[in-house]
């Protein structure tokens, strides 16, 4: 019994040794962009027009929640996340909600599929983690 508790201590301490913090760039040279390769040869302006162009389209694809439809729910979620050097997303969280719950979820949900379409923003020429905010808006 002694050396199962060691082993569940020693195991949990290992995983504390080992997890990484990744830090979070406040002021990048640029932002994350949003399928950025469906813009190639643009300039830094047009490239952002394109990026926002491309994840409004991406929101609009979101699927309704059924009890949302069902309640006559509308509303703006801001949701909260964090685009890693890889172009991962994470820790993604509601900013601002719409009041209600189904709206809310369903919006972090869909943000969660938009993973790896991110390019990462960069500081000093090196992708780095940031956070970033993006709306999703549900109307009837």
Not at 56 to 84: M, R, S
Not at 112 to 131: C, L
């Amino acid at each position: 019994m002694k050396n199962i508790l060691f082993i569940i201590v020693s195991l949990i301490f290992s995983g504390v040794a080992f997890a990484q913090e990744t830090n979070i760039v406040d002021r990048p040279d640029t932002y994350p962009y949003f399928q950025k390769e469906k813009c190639e040869g643009l300039s830094d302006e047009e490239l952002s027009n394109c990026s926002n162009s491309n994840f409004a389209a991406f929101a609009k694809t979101i699927k309704y929640p059924a009890q949302a439809l069902e309640d006559k729910a509308e509303g703006k979620v801001y949701v909260k996340f964090i685009v890693y050097e890889t172009g991962e997303v994470g820790k993604i969280e509601v900013a601002k909600s719409s009041g209600n719950q189904y709206l809310d979820r369903a919006a972090m949900s869909h943000l969660a599929k938009s993973s790896r379409q991110w390019t990462p923003a960069t500081k000093d020429g090196k992708a780095v983690a940031t956070d970033f905010v993006v709306p999703f808006t549900f109307a009837l």
